[in-house]
T-cell receptor
Framework: DAKTTQPPSMDCAEGRAANLPCNHS???????VYWYRQIHSQGPQYIIHGLKNNETNEMASLIITEDRKSSTLILPHATLRDTAVYYC???????????????FGQGTTLQVKP | EAQVTQNPRYLITVTGKKLTVTCSQN?????MSWYRQDPGLGLRQIYYSMNVEVTDKGDVPEGYKVSRKEKRNFPLILESPSPNQTSLYFC????????????FGPGTRLTVT
């Protein structure tokens, strides 16, 4: 699985959009980009994933550059409850030989401030 | 509500006293996995299971056992716990859809003295 690079920390004002960047310059053609978050020692929470098209769900939007070497997770209206560590992961789709393990890097600590 | 549950959530035990941490999911997922999380080491996979009666070792299986007799349950067994197994443990499950996103339980904080 390709390696990702994220800034260690970011701040965001409550109610504003939070834009979290991720670099994955060695991503392979069949690898997906996933975002998870972990709110202080709780179980990691799946947010969104994508292959090459931009994606949106009820939690967030994912913008993937055309060359797929980087992506941005957008939380459109951040709240205090969005304060968490956000992890960007790239991985191949399911196959019988895949262990399925998620490799979490250091992630970005997002602090949403009132 | 679709969820992964773990019990107990907190446990303090002594070296050598066998314990089991239960994990159950109600989403009919084929895939289940156990991770441990330690400061500075991130999440490390202990064991995983692709389906009933199919389990395999992850990156750090020493000192742990698992079983998958039913699709919904995937207990983690520590036959003889040691202090280096003090950690935060997470169970996760997933279907084998294209996205393969994993859903995590709330965690079990284990302290072995």
């Amino acid at each position: 699985d390709a390696k990702t690079t994220q800034p260690p920390s970011m701040d965001c004002a409550e109610g504003r959009a939070a834009n979290l960047p991720c670099n994955h310059s060695t991503i392979s053609g069949n690898e997906y980009v996933y975002w998870y978050r972990q709110i202080h020692s709780q179980g990691p929470q799946y947010i969104i994933h994508g292959l090459k098209n931009n994606e949106t769900n009820e939690m967030a939007s994912l913008i993937i550059t055309e060359d797929r070497k980087s992506s941005t997770l957008i939380l459109p209206h951040a709240t205090l409850r969005d304060t968490a560590v956000y992890y960007c992961i790239v991985r191949v789709p399911y196959s019988p030989s895949n262990t399925g393990k998620l490799i979490f890097g250091q992630g970005t600590t997002l602090q949403v401030k009132p | 509500e679709a969820q992964v549950t773990q019990n107990p959530r907190y446990l303090i035990t002594v070296t050598g006293k066998k314990l089991t941490v239960t994990c159950s999911q109600n989403m009919n997922h084929e895939y289940m996995s156990w991770y441990r999380q330690d400061p500075g080491l991130g999440l490390r996979q202990i064991y995983y299971s692709m389906n009933v009666e199919v389990t395999d070792k992850g990156d750090v299986p020493e000192g742990y056992k698992v079983s998958r007799k039913e699709k919904r349950n995937f207990p983690l067994i520590l036959e003889s716990p040691s202090p280096n197994q003090t950690s935060l443990y997470f169970c996760a499950s997933s279907s084998f859809g294209q996205s393969w996103e994993q859903y995590f339980g709330p965690g079990t904080r284990l302290t072995v003295t």
